[in-house]
């Protein structure tokens, strides 16, 4: 399972489907790209889905195919956003 990790130092601004996190106690800033920020809410709205889950909602809200492609592609954003922290695995 997969949530956003709670991190009252987090600051986030998006603009359209594009935002930016930036952490003010270690001043690093995140650029995350439209399916980037997508799951990251989908993360942040449904704590708790596994992987498959939080493919198979991103590929209905993006209207897009549920194909083992995409499905890799999320796998490949969660294990980006959980090594710069801002995903916790539960």
């Known amino acids: 399972m ?7 130092t ?3 601004k998006s603009w359209g489907d594009e935002a930016v996190i930036f ?6 800033t995140h650029y995350l790209k439209p399916l980037t ?8 709205q449904h704590p708790g889905l596994t ?3 939080i ?3 991103l590929a209905t809200d993006l209207n897009v195919s ?12 969660l294990d980006t956003l959980r090594r710069i922290g801002l995903l916790a695995s539960a």
């Open 2 to 8: 997969t949530h956003a990790s709670a991190h009252p």
């Open 10 to 12: 987090r600051l986030l």
């Open 23 to 28: 952490d003010t106690a270690s001043g690093d």
């Open 37 to 44: 920020l997508a799951l990251y809410q989908t993360c942040r």
């Open 51 to 53: 992987s498959d889950e």
């Open 55 to 57: 493919a198979a909602t």
């Open 66 to 77: 549920h194909s083992e492609q995409f499905r890799e592609l999320v796998d490949e954003t």
